[in-house]
Structure formats: C-alpha cells, structure tokens
C-alpha cells in the first residue's frame, strides 16, 4: 500500500510558510486588512461563489414564479457553468503570479460547495425533487460535497506530487463533476420533463415514502465524490 510520509518534509514547510502569512495577517490592524489580504485569484473564486449564490436566488425565483416559464430556470443552470469558469481561472492566475494567498484554498473550497454543491441541489429542487426523501437524498448530495472538501484541504499536502508540484490525482470525483447532473436536468427541461413530467416517474406515490427514482443519481454523485479509492487522473 502506498504510503506518503515522503511528502511530510514539504508539508512541514508549508505549514511554517503559512503560520507567517498568519502572524503577519493577525498583526495588521489597518483599516480594511481582509481585502488587503486578498489577491487576484481570490477574487475569481468570489465571483465563482457570486455565481453560485446568484443560481439560488435565480432558482428560487423561478420557484416562486409561473412553472412553465423556464427563463429564470436556464440563468439558474447558465450561472454554474459560469462559476466553473472561474474556478478554472483562479488556480491559473495563481501559478501565473506564482502567488499564493493566506486564505486560498479554504475560499476556493467554499465556493466550490455553494456553485456545485448546494446550486445543484436547489436547482433539482425547483425541477420538481421535492418529496421528503428526495430532500433527504439532495441533503446527502450536499454533505458529501462539504465533506469530501473539508478531506481535501487536510490531505491535499499529503497527496504524491508532479515535478510542478500539482496534484497527481484526485481522491474521489471532484465536486465540479456533479454540473454534469445538472447538464441532465438542462435536457429534461429542454424536453419539458421535469415536475410531474421527470424520467422515472415517482415511485410509491400513495406512501410517504414516496420518491424520484431519478434522484438516486445525486446518491451515487455524493458517494463517488468521498470514495477513497476512485482516483482520478488530474489534468
């Protein structure tokens, strides 16, 4: 079995490098130090999150609105895409600069779970998953995004490297991969299949444990996401 104790020389360097970017960051006390803190990739992981929260509320008005127009429910969809954009952007401007920020990873980690993690679920809620056991099945969804996170910003240091010093792989599905649920919802709503129209239809309808089957596939999603033993190839 593989083990990754090599690494731990370099992650004791990068824990002192970083306990001085916090000392230093602790001891400002100037005006506005938080967004003196922040750098050019930081703030394309917060319009990553300004994606994900705006998919919300744009979900949630197509909710509160007429169920047959779907334009709300297309910007919803459209703005996730948009956050992948820049969550794709921040680690290049980041190895561009050859800059590291304080708060980097935990922002990008954050962002990830509201733009691919709760957007999703919201947005599969509006399309009609909305017995209890399908919230049950999209809270699971969502939790397995936030712990599958939390297990990378503790383990990523310990992951073998590249000679570029990326990440050889990842430890179970990366939670942008769950926008290709919502590539699948954007098809039933293109097709009008979604509310009572969804694939699958709902199962024990009389009970209450009445369900989408076709939620199961945010079960599997969140199960891929925390696998331990899924690798996937980093790019």
């Not at 919300?56 to 008005?61: A, D, G, N, V, W």
């Not at 399908?134 to 809270?139: E, M, R, S, Y």
Request: aromatic letters at 12%; proline letters at 4%.
């Amino acid at each position: 079995m593989q083990t990754w104790k090599k690494d731990a020389p370099k992650t004791k360097a990068f824990s002192a490098e970083k306990e001085g970017k916090m000392l230093q960051y602790v001891n400002d006390n100037r005006h506005f130090s938080l967004i003196r803190a922040l750098h050019l990739a930081d703030l394309l992981t917060e319009m990553n999150g300004f994606c994900g929260v705006m998919s919300i509320f744009t979900s949630l008005r197509y909710c509160l609105g007429d169920q047959y127009d779907y334009s709300n429910l297309w910007k919803a969809l459209l703005l996730m895409p948009c956050g992948l954009l820049f969550d794709f952007m921040d680690g290049k401007v980041a190895r561009w600069r050859g800059k590291s920020s304080l708060m980097g990873q935990e922002l990008d980690s954050l962002a990830d779970l509201i733009s691919f993690g709760v957007a999703p679920a919201v947005f599969a809620f509006v399309c009609g998953f909305r017995t209890t056991l399908d919230t049950i099945v999209l809270a699971f969804f969502v939790l397995c995004g936030l712990s599958r996170l939390a297990r990378f910003n503790v383990s990523v240091n310990y992951i073998p490297k590249d000679k570029n010093g990326k990440s050889q792989f990842f430890e179970g599905t990366p939670i942008p991969t769950t926008l290709s649920l919502v590539f699948v919802l954007g098809l039933c709503t293109l097709r009008g299949k979604i509310h009572e129209q969804l694939p699958g239809g709902l199962w024990a309808a009389e009970t209450c444990f009445k369900v989408h089957p076709m939620v199961f596939l945010f079960a599997i999603s969140g199960f891929a996401m925390t696998s331990k033993k899924l690798r996937v190839p980093k790019l």
